[in-house]
């Protein structure tokens, strides 16, 4: 018993401290591997960990007056901090914990005690109370395993409590990207619309002294018209990204948000391979099937005990109201054997042991432990499968993004902007048609507003990337040209 009871409490405590940290000083480990940072290629790790180390690290920085955190960082923090899954992933780690201690226990002993009104009579007396207590010891063994088996349990709770914060990560993450997007995309409408109005009431002064043509005056009014209607649908999308934001940080959805900032492009130079052998070491969801393999181990081994049988010991106490010697009729005086008149108190030792006759039953249980076995090693191969797609799918879908960035930012958008120029010049020089000039106009908008859209695309595509591999990774940033040179319609 006190070898179950100390092994318990050696298993306990540490797991107590490696909860305590899982729950209170963790962060997303960040890494450098495979990736460019500032020009340099480096292929050692590096963890660091900027974001979700707590708000305090923040002030700090600020008094020391070092670089602030962003604001897409703070929004991380307050959702690690406030976010209802996260809460919850984190009581379900700490119930976890209280499990150790009840699987390595020893179940309750047995009093009893029995009050009998019709006394019991033998030679030493009349038997009326009888006290016992039992003590059930199961083998060391099968404490052991059942406690190991609780360990990965807790284990297999802090990898979902990393999980979930890592899934909240990303979709605070990509709520912002989507916010960043309307936001651009409004902005980018209202000074092309502003541009509009100016070209509009150009053309209204020339259709009136008979300079311009009243379709000319009304296509443009239409296009306003179609800009004030887009204005619109881009604002219910803005309060719905930053609705989704607020939930995810416990917010009312109507709780205003400050304005995105400018989204730092990342340029991705790993491989897959690369960030594969990352993942295998760090996605959660892995993890949790890694540990979910050695717990199910550990209950092979508790069924493969179920043939030993667990003693149980006991001690029992009878109480013995002794009573008067006999004395045979016509007996001579003499001496008389009274040993009857002492009657004591009995007691004695118990010993019984469980008798495992049901073979079925324990083979089944035994074919039911290896099956889940097998069935954990199968949905960790189909969950590596999964995160290995991912990895390939992102690694490509970033590579296209970028490119298709560099394309609008290096050729599309100044060739067009160009052609809008020219077009222009050449109506007001009598040379050209109105409906060109509103076509070439409308092409220009398009690849601004797609530049944005890609820029929020490769972000969230990166963000999920991270998510997967269960690490941030450090990149090489760049800022794109749309944000150096602002909106210029």
């Known amino acids: 018993m006190l070898f179950a009871f100390t092994s318990g409490c050696l298993t306990y405590q540490p797991l107590n401290k490696e909860v305590t940290r899982a729950v209170g000083n963790w962060h997303r480990p960040a890494v450098q591997y495979g990736m460019e940072v500032s020009g340099r ?29 962003s604001q ?19 009581a379900d780690t700490q119930a976890k914990l209280e499990r150790v201690s009840q699987a390595t226990s020893l179940p309750d002993p047995i009093f009893r005690a029995a009050v009998r009104p019709e006394p019991i009579r033998t030679a030493a007396g009349d038997v009326h109370f009888t006290l016992s207590v039992a003590q059930k010891i199961p083998l060391l063994a099968r404490l052991d395993h059942a406690g190991r088996a609780a360990t990965a349990e ?43 109005e100016d070209l509009g009431r150009v053309l209204a002064t020339q259709y009136r002294v008979g300079k311009a043509e009243q379709h000319d005056l009304l296509r443009i009014q239409t296009e306003i ?26 917010y009312p959805p109507a709780r205003k948000l400050s304005a995105t900032g400018p989204i730092s492009v990342c340029t991705l130079a790993a491989d897959v391979e690369e960030l594969m052998a990352l993942a295998v070491e760090h996605n959660p969801e892995l993890a949790i099937l890694v540990r979910r393999e050695r717990r199910d181990r550990e209950k092979i081994e508790l069924a493969e005990l179920a043939y030993w049988p667990d003693p149980t010991i006991g001690f029992e106490w009878t109480a013995i109201d002794p009573r008067d010697a006999f004395t045979p009729p016509n007996a001579q005086p003499a001496a008389i054997n009274r040993m ?57 879908r970033v590579q296209t993004q970028r490119c298709t960035i560099d394309l609008l930012e290096s050729t599309l958008i100044p060739q067009a902007r160009q052609t809008y120029d020219v077009s222009l010049t050449a109506y007001q020089a009598g040379k ?29 595509t990166f963000s999920q990337l991270q998510h997967d591999v269960g690490l941030e990774l450090i990149r090489n940033e760049t800022t794109p040209k749309t944000e150096q040179q602002g909106e210029q319609p």
């Open 72 to 90: 897409l960082e703070l929004y991380i923090q307050d959702a690690l901090e406030r976010n209802p899954s996260v809460l919850a992933a984190v």
């Open 340 to 396: 009857s008149e002492t009657g004591t108190d009995s007691w004695a030792v118990m010993l019984q042991f469980s008798v495992p006759i049901w073979f079925e039953r324990i083979e089944a249980a035994k074919r039911e432990a290896r099956l889940m076995l097998r069935k954990t090693q199968h949905e960790k191969h189909a969950t590596l499968n999964t995160i290995a797609f991912r990895i390939f799918d992102a690694c490509e």
């Open 432 to 460: 050209s048609n109105f409906l060109t000039v509103i076509d070439n106009w409308r092409r220009l908008l398009d690849f601004e507003l797609m530049v944005h859209r890609a820029i929020a695309q490769l972000e969230t």
């Open 154 to 196: 807790v284990r297999m709770a802090i990898e979902r409590l990393d999980a979930t914060r890592l899934r909240v990560i990303a979709d605070v993450e990509q709520a912002y990207h989507r916010l960043y997007l309307t936001e651009r995309s409004i902005e980018l409408t209202e000074a092309h619309r502003r541009s509009l």
């Open 225 to 250: 018209a179609k800009l004030g209607n887009d204005l619109a649908r881009m604002a219910d999308r803005r309060a719905s990204a930053a609705a989704a934001l607020n939930r995810l940080m416990d």
């Open 41 to 69: 290629h480096s292929g050692a790790p590096a963890a660091v960990s900027p974001i979700g180390a707590g708000r305090r690290e923040q002030a700090d920085s600020e008094e020391h007056g070092c670089a602030s955190l």
